[in-house]
């Protein structure tokens, strides 16, 4: 228990400092390195609950695709404090890595935590406030649910996605004038006569093209 | 399967939204069409739910979608008023070039998350259904994307609408974790003793929504949001957000937290004056009437709080008639807004309603009636929305509250008064085009009779609402 209660207040404690750091910190590519740091965080405490499969979902949805894609979109936009010179040639004395170096540092640590607490004394993590029973996986119990006792939220899930792809193509979509698109069926449908024009060339006098 | 027939109005809309999306992308052109459409499946939604209403009490899905005359009469009126709205907004958005097939669609969306909101009974559905509606009007906000304070409104209501978002969810967590159930019943059944838990849980709860009906402290994004959108739009925002957003508030306090009143309502008490005074005297050096009528509906809807503040049904029933009168007096001020074009442009600012007495003798006419109505000069419906809520404020000795609706009152007053001197008494300007389609003539018609001739028969709304009952 006492082990347990320690290592929900590092992961806590990592986790709310991860998340001051995002919001304190000046360049923007560090409060990306804490977010990530922080979701890290928060998919293991998920873990040591017993909930594997939302620390996992967690882990592929918000650090794999959301934080990466923070971290391209911080990247092109280039609003990271030194303007202009994250693209440049120019080394900028690496400031980013010792950050990057702690944060993964960090991660490395946590990850030791978890996944060797589980593999060599799997009743270390496991909380003693919630019951979930070890015959039935987390993602079958959630499948139980989902689509019998939670339909409704299910669907009105599919509904706010819907609204959302719609609100991002209308605020975004612009007809351009002048774009050139392949046209499959033009292509296939042309025949030999419109393409090509037999010319009977005479002698020394050569061909006169659009005449 | 035997309860299909509860949901119907629901699953009927959210069809209606994809097929609409269909026949947009495959037909050219379509957007008229399905602005028509749309309308139309208004129209359909609005019998399906009058077809239900008979009904007394209705659980669904585990009991967390609840169908009850509150629901019911708050769905009419909020799909009732979103005819109106597509009514009077379909000459505007062609003529400042908004006519595209996803605008009639967005509203339906929000449409549909209002009516899971009133339904709602469980702590995740209302948020879904929150945030479905959110979701559509941020769209609709910065819908005229080429015009810089529309895309600045909709970035603002955005950003503030996240961060309330953010703390009702704090809250609605805390709720969960002290009372161990979603369920609103359960929470009531659950959380009979005090912990402070619960109380931070409720104040966020009500930080959040308060947000959402524009309430102050939480107003600051409303005057930009309203000036910046699209005309249409913000009639849109004016009346249907604050239907859902005022039944939630009703669900709130008179179900899960109906045993903690003694916790909310100094909250309510205290958010309901702030409004009433603040929408009054802000609103005194507006130049721009959709600005001014942003500060108008943060006022109102400090009357509105000030029923619910009462816990009692005579006050929640006051709250109900004062929010289903101001819809009204906000659809007759927004189709004369409407009329207000010269040369494909439309006027938005006090100064070009100088003079428009002498050539407008009609409109003039239904904007005096509808000013004084907002003003509460009886015997024009806006007084009696008013008088019912101090009627049931008074009834449970809160004076205080009373006295100081009263004197903001008097002070808003005085900005409907200058308008309408500015209307009858100022030099003429140039004159306004009169031809006006015929869904804009046919509810400002409507509106304006009803507010006229509300005096005469004002058990019309009473008696219906008179059936909600929530202790």
């Known amino acids: 228990m006492i082990a347990h209660s320690v290592f929900f207040y590092i992961f806590s404690l990592i986790a709310i400092v991860s998340a001051v750091m995002v919001t304190v910190s000046k360049n923007t590519v560090h409060s990306v390195f804490f977010l990530i740091l922080d979701f890290i965080s928060i998919s293991c405490l998920f873990i040591m609950i017993g909930a594997e499969f939302l620390g996992m979902i967690m882990l592929i949805v918000y650090v794999g695709a959301v934080a990466v894609l923070f971290l391209f979109v911080v990247m092109m936009l280039n609003v990271a404090e030194q303007k202009g010179q994250w693209f440049s040639s120019r080394w900028d004395g690496g400031t980013h890595i010792p950050i990057g170096l702690l944060v993964s540092l960090i991660i490395f640590f946590e990850l030791i935590i978890v996944i060797g607490g589980w593999k060599y004394k799997p009743d270390l993590l496991n909380s003693l406030s919630i019951n979930i029973s070890s015959e039935v996986t987390n993602t079958r119990s959630i499948g139980n649910v989902l689509y019998t006792d939670y339909i409704l939220l299910f669907q009105i899930s599919g509904m706010i996605l819907l609204v959302a792809m719609i609100g991002a193509i209308v605020l975004t979509y612009r007809k351009r004038a002048g774009v050139k698109r392949q046209s499959y069926v033009k292509q296939i449908s042309r025949e030999r006569n419109e393409g090509v024009d037999l010319v009977q060339a005479e002698k020394n006098k050569g061909v006169k093209i659009d005449a | ?471």
């Open chain 2, 1 to 471: 399967m035997e309860n299909f027939q509860y949901i119907l109005p629901e699953i009927f809309i959210s069809i209606a939204i994809m097929l609409f999306l269909l026949v947009g992308v495959f037909k050219k052109n379509s957007s008229n069409l399905i602005y028509s459409l749309s309308t139309i499946s208004l129209v359909i939604l609005l019998a399906l739910i009058i077809n239900l209403s008979s009904l007394d009490k209705i659980y669904l899905f585990n009991s967390s979608y609840k169908i009850d005359n509150l629901s019911n009469y708050m769905k009419i009126i909020l799909v009732g008023s979103g005819v109106f709205v597509m009514l009077t907004g379909s000459k505007y958005i062609q003529v400042i070039n908004l006519n595209k097939i996803e605008y009639p669609i967005l509203i339906l969306s929000s449409i549909l998350g209002m009516m899971i909101m009133i339904s709602s009974n469980d702590l995740i559905v209302f948020y879904m259904g929150l945030e479905l509606q959110s979701l559509a009007l941020y769209v609709l906000a910065s819908f005229n994307r080429d015009n810089l304070l529309s895309t600045e409104s909709g970035l603002k209501y955005f950003v503030l609408s996240a961060l309330s978002s953010g703390l009702l969810l704090y809250g609605c967590s805390l709720i969960y974790g002290f009372s161990e159930s979603t369920n609103f019943d359960q929470i009531l059944i659950n959380s009979t003793e005090f912990n402070y838990g619960t109380t931070f849980g409720i104040v966020f709860i009500l930080v959040g929504l308060a947000f959402k009906i524009s309430a102050v402290p939480f107003h600051m994004w409303a005057p930009d949001v309203y000036q910046g959108s699209p005309t249409s739009v913000t009639l849109f925002f004016a009346i249907l957000p604050k239907i859902a957003a005022l039944s939630v508030f009703i669900k709130f306090l008179y179900t899960p937290f109906a045993n903690m009143n003694d916790q909310w309502q100094t909250i309510i008490v205290f958010i309901s004056i702030a409004s009433m005074i603040f929408g009054a005297v802000a609103a005194i050096g507006q130049k721009n009437l959709k600005r001014l009528i942003a500060y108008s509906s943060i006022s109102h809807m400090g009357y509105a709080l000030a029923g619910l503040s009462t816990v009692s049904n005579q006050g929640i029933q006051s709250s109900i008639t004062y929010i289903s009168i101001y819809l009204v007096m906000n659809l007759a001020f927004f189709s004369c807004l409407f009329m207000l074009k010269r040369n494909d442009k439309y006027y938005e600012n006090i100064e070009d309603l100088s003079g428009l007495s002498k050539k407008h003798p009609i409109l003039s006419l239904s904007l005096l009636i509808v000013l004084f109505s907002l003003a509460g000069i009886p015997p024009l419906a806006g007084f009696f929305a008013k008088f019912y809520v101090f009627l049931a404020v008074i009834e449970q000795s809160m004076y205080f509250l009373a006295i100081v609706g009263l004197l903001a009152t008097v002070v808003a007053a005085f900005y409907y008064l200058r308008i309408i001197k500015i209307i009858y008494f100022d030099p003429e300007k140039e004159e306004y085009e009169t031809s006006h389609n015929l869904g804009l003539k046919i509810t400002l018609a409507i509106s304006t009779i009803f507010i006229l001739a509300y005096f005469i028969y004002p058990s019309s709304i009473t008696e219906i609402v008179s059936k909600i009952t929530m202790i």
